[in-house]
């Protein structure tokens, strides 16, 4: 069975950090882009990161430039998020998700582009 898995969530005080990983089973990551994406409560979707077979090809959103880092290690079948200077705007249930047809981010990462999802993670960030 092809599929994500998402860890490393949990509530975390503003300013704070969390590292997020995404495993696959079923699949190896190795050829293709991965995006996060995250859901907060009451919005829509939004794309939050991606990296591509090489992690010289990544994207950010604006809102987590800077403060978010995406990373991938292919011996591993492993893709991490590392998140830091948390801020309550943050929270949110957090996906990751494979581009079967990509191999490198497109300057547009798009949801609908994504073929296999992660059943997500929860982040809090709250005093």
């Known amino acids: 069975q092809v599929q994500l898995a998402e860890s490393g969530g949990g509530l975390v005080q503003p300013g704070g950090s969390l590292r997020l990983s995404c495993t696959p089973s079923?699949?190896?990551?190795?050829?293709?882009?991965i995006g996060w994406f995250r859901r907060a409560p009451g919005k829509e979707r939004e794309a939050v990161s991606c990296?591509?077979?090489?992690?010289?090809?990544?994207w950010y959103a604006d809102s987590v430039k800077g403060r978010f880092t995406v990373s991938r290690d292919n011996t591993k079948n492993l893709v991490t998020l590392q998140m830091n200077s948390l801020k309550p705007e943050d929270t949110a249930v957090y996906y990751c998700?494979?581009?079967?047809?990509?191999?490198?981010?497109?300057?547009?990462?798009?949801?609908?582009?994504?073929?296999?999802w992660g059943q997500g993670t929860q982040v809090t960030v709250s005093s």
């Open positions: 998700a494979a581009n079967l047809m990509r191999s490198a981010c497109p300057t547009y990462v798009l949801a609908h582009e994504y073929d296999y």
């Open positions: 079923g699949f190896t990551l190795d050829y293709y882009a």
């Open positions: 990296v591509g077979r090489s992690e010289s090809s990544t």
